[in-house]
């Protein structure tokens, strides 16, 4: 079958040629734009964590607390809010990021809207980022599930602290907000009741 021929003298179909090929090459160049950026977007966020990890061991020096979060560095002017390069309108989770001190191990959690570099060793070269679900009182199985012990802080029917938290971070919460004298959970279900749930979430590698 003959091709038909536009003004100009050129095949229909030496045309459409050129125009796919220039199609997919637009599409090479973007996904490597698009990869490029995301590998730039990871490596500030390790930076961040590195940020974090390395105040909070300054912090911990002076305080010897096993678990610092990034709240407690913002608080005490250590670091700034950690914007979340991912979503520049939204900053990264000041009561899910911490550090987290067992002798001489120091492990660094940064949560950042969807993205989370977990329990890494602060003096690591390079840290895993994964992607994960929001936390969840509905149970998940299979693979790749974390699920958590978390606490709320209950009088009257209604939960004080605005959220559920792990059991460190609950109690300083509750110190924080309520009095110094609640140094356990012990100690705040003399005034306080405390509702126990279970979290869940899915975690993957991505990095």
Known sequence: MMPRFNQNGKGTYEFLTVAVTCLVLSAILLFIVINNNKHEKFQVFKYNAKTVGINAVNYNNETSEDIVYLYELINNKLVTNIKNNFSGSTYCDIYESKVVFDNDSKKVTLRCGEYLIYNQDVTAEDYDIYKVSDWSFDELNGDNVDTVKVYGLMKNGKNLLDGY???????????????????????????????????YRKRVLVD
Do not use: C, Q
């Open 165 to 199: 938290y792990e059991e460190e971070l609950f109690v300083k919460l509750v110190a924080l907000n309520y009095g110094d004298k609640y140094s356990s959970l012990k100690d705040i279900a003399k005034n306080y009741d405390i509702d126990e749930k279970t979290a």
